[in-house]
Structures are given as C-alpha cells and as structure tokens.
C-alpha cells in the first residue's frame, strides 16, 4: 500500500460515504460481496458492517498488477481499500469509491457455500457464513436494537437488571421439558427459566429484570420452538396480574416505536408497514378465546391448552397484540396462583402477537401463600422438597408478587415476519440442530 495515500486517507464506513465530499480520500475495509470486469476496469461491491458500496479499480489509477488482482478477487475475501468518494446516480446508492490503492487482507477460495439457490438446510449447516448476508445482518441489527429499547425502559421506570443460574435443581416449567446435567456427579438441570429466581431477588430489589437463556427439551418441531431461547424475564413485589398486563404492553409498546423510529430502514427490508400497538391492548379471558375457536370450528374442550394451532387461528382475529387471561390451572405451570374467585382458573396471562403469530410471552401472578404452594406442588406431582428455598421465600415475608416472560426470538419473529423463529436467531438450536 502507498505509505502517503494511507497517511491522507481518513478511515470510514460504508454508510458514512454520502455525507462526505466528492474526492474525499478514504480508507475502507470489507468483504468483496460481488464483483465483475469490463475493460480494464473491475467492480466489487463492498460490504462492510454498515452496507455495501460499489468500489471501481481502473488500470490506469492503479497500475496492471493490481488489476489483475482485482480481477482474481473472490467473494468473500477481505480487502483493505484507499480511494475517493464519487457520487453518481448510476451507482447503486448513488455514491461509489474510485480505488487508488488496494490489499487483500485475507483471502478466500472460490468455493463460498453460500450461492444462490442453495436451499435451507445449507444456509443452516453454514449458518456462520450465512449469518454475514446483507439481510441477515438486518436481522441482527434489529434485535440489537430491540435489547437496547427493553434496557431503556426497565431503566426508565427503577427495575434492576440481575443474572440468575442456568445449573438449577428443580422445573420451573415441568419436568418433561428439562436437560438434565452431570454436575460433578449430582443431578442437576439446565434452566427453564429465571422465574423463581427473580421471585427470591425481589425480596431485596422490589422490580428485578434479566435477558437470559432458557432451556427446553422441546420435542416438538414447530416454527417457533428452539431448545435454547432467551427471555426477558421481570418480576414485581406487591403487584397483582393487572399489573403486570400493563408493564407488558407499555414495555412491548416502547420497543416497538423505537424499533420503528430507530431500524426502519432495516425493518422494511421485512414488512411494508409498521404500526407500533398503542396500550391498552385487548384482555379477553381463556373461556371467551374457547368460544371464538369454536366459532371458528376449532375442536377444543374447556380446560385443554391452546396450541400453535389454535393460537394461529385465535391470533389471526386480531391485528394488535393482545391478552389471554385466567387459563384453568391444568394448563399452567404449579406456581400460578389460583383465581380467588374461581379457584378453577388461574391469573395467569399470556401475550399472544396477532397475524397468526401466537405466544410471545406468559406470566401472572405467583400463588404467595407458603399452605397453597405446597399443595400445589403436590397437586402438580412435584417432590415438595426439591422445592426447598422457593418455599423459604414464601415463608419469611412472603407478599403479593407477579412477573413475566416474553421469548425474544418469537418477538422478533412476529416483528419482522419471519416464517420460522430459527429466521431471526444467530445460532439457533433445535432437536435435530446444535451445530453450528
Ligand atoms: O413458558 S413460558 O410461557 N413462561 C415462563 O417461562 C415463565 N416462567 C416466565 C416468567 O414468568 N418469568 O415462556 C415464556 C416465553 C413464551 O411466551 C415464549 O415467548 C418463549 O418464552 N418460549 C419459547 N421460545 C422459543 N422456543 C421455546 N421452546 C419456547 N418456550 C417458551
């Protein structure tokens, strides 16, 4: 490289370029994305963390040798670039780079798995390939953005961000989901959730909130189940299920208008319009969601859990997220506490995301009573004492408390439409899938 071009290059990203001058002197580097030759003269595009810009290499700018390097560039390979800004409306963007300079940084072969056409097992198997494309990178950019948002508001209204264990002793969510673990000999299992845990920290902080993995042995293969997800999971002393119906929608509403303001340009890549749902959204109760599935000819009984089925045809009836409460105790988990007035259904609450979407989060209010979590345990044909220190908190000053989960990737899903939840994840896991 030209010692003095590099000394008055000024280093830039792709999407800095249009706000610069023409001729301005820059110093890029990125991937070859595409490249083409028509005489003597070679167009790549470049893509770096920021988008992709036309860099064009003439012979008579930077020499035969050069060139032919150029033209032997592969996909892939990255490139380290010195040249001028040129703005032209015929360039994709408008704007282009008139390389001075040029070296390879690393080179790749010409054997780049990912081509088109290739189906989707292969984006799979090469995931962290695939993962560089110009879409792909939207995808996470989106949820990059998403995570700032929920931090910014728990942030804003005194919730306290904690880590809890992923090794834990005991189901949170029932034992038919759990990965059990060698841990030095002991039993121990990979967790399910940060719920119970977040219940003993409200006892210290009142409004607690974490971004974890969650694990589930999920047998089903489905568009929107993983083994490995993350949540963000909130927990609140002293609040009932009606509090927690309007954390949710005033936290969901938040990430969705600053998604909107701050990643549309990503997210039209997906959807042509984006409306973020304004609270409140609508509550109906499990037994009114029944008697519209069965308006629709849906066979389901009272008392039988919702699956994707029926929550796509639920969902579908509705073009804002909405509220699914007080489901009967034997579709929820042990610790949900039984409605006071009919004791036969909980105030448990579920978020359901419209166009066919389903469940993206669930939660409620926990039963406080240390006599009722003991029989509910039971009940639930759990051991009482693998329960130990989630009673103590029931025990020592137990209050009023409710908390609640909404799953990232089947937010992020829904938000950008994604036909299957492995669309917007990195790496994701499934039952047949842990490699990458
Ligand atoms: O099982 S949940 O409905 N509820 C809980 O885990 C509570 N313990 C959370 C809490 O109250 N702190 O899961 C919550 C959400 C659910 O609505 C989905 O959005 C997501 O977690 N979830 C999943 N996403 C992807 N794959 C799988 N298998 C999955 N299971 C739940």
Redesign the pocket.
Known sequence: MDDALVEQAKEAKVEELSSLEEGSLVDLKGWVYVKSHHGGMVFVRLRDSTGLVQVVFKKNVVGKEKLELAEKLTRESSIRVIGAVHFDKRAPGGVEVHAKDFEVIGSAPSDYPIRPGVGVSVMLDYRHLHLRGVKMTSVWKVYSEMLKAVREWFEQHGYYEVHVPIFVTAA??GGATLFEVSYFGRKAYLS????MY?EAAIFSLEKVYCVQP?F?A?KSRTR???TE?W?V?AEVAFADMWDIIEIEEQLLSYVCQKLKERAWKHLRKFRKKFTPPEPPFPRIKYDEAVDILQSKGVEIEWGEDFGADEERVLSKEFDTPFFVTHYPRQCKAFYHKPDPSNPSVTLSV?MLAPEGYG?????GQRIDDYQELVESIKLFGLKVEDYGWYLDLRKYGSVPHS?????L??TLQWILKAPH?RDVVMFPRTINRVYP
């Open positions: 949170c969510e399910q959730s940060a719920q977040l969650s589930r999920e929107r189940h993983l997800f949540q999971e579920d469940e993206i989060s669930g939660g908390g609640f989960g909404i799953g990737g089947r939840i």
